[in-house]
């Protein structure tokens, strides 16, 4: 279950309400970073722990997925042999 709380100019969705931390929280603490590395950065600790799963999903929106960009492979694929 999640609250909308409206903010200025958007609407903030709480996905934890024992610590009133709303997705913009866990936004702003996005990156590399655990759900446990959240609560921490907002100066706060896990309750009831049903945030957990809405917390990862929100961080997971933030991660870089690999070879993003079609970046190019690496070793042998990148160099396939040539023909001649």
Do not use: W
Not at 10 to 17: I, K
Not at 49 to 57: L, S, Y
Not at 61 to 77: I, K, R, S, V
């Amino acid at each position: 279950m999640q609250f909308v709380r409206k903010t200025e100019g958007s609407a903030a969705v709480l996905v934890c309400l024992c610590n009133a931390l709303s997705d913009k929280h866990v936004r702003a603490c996005a990156g590399q970073c655990s759900v446990s590395e959240v609560y921490r950065q907002c100066g706060c600790q896990p309750q009831c722990g049903k945030c957990a799963g809405a917390i990862r999903d929100i961080l997971r929106e933030h991660q870089q997925p690999a070879n993003a960009g079609g970046a190019f492979l690496e070793g042998a694929a990148a160099h396939p042999p040539s023909e001649g």
